[in-house]
């Protein structure tokens, strides 16, 4: 059998592609994570935008407390 030297040419050109494979996976990962948060977010400002519009009811009238009596 023949032991492979840490600088073989062969574990150097595989250690680049394994490494080009986890920087894709990386970026895919994060570009998963980004579309996701983007969603949220689109909902939340829908959401957030519907209660703005119905949760807006006329302010209600004041009310008057009754005018206190002199004591005699």
Known sequence: MVEKKPNDPLVKLQKAEDAKKATAE????????????????????????????????????AKKKPAKKAKS
């Open 26 to 61: 990386y970026h895919a990962a994060a570009a998963a994570v980004d579309a996701n948060m983007e969603r949220l977010r689109a909902m939340r400002l829908e959401r957030e935008a519907a209660e703005a519009t119905s949760a807006a009811p006329a302010p209600k009238a």
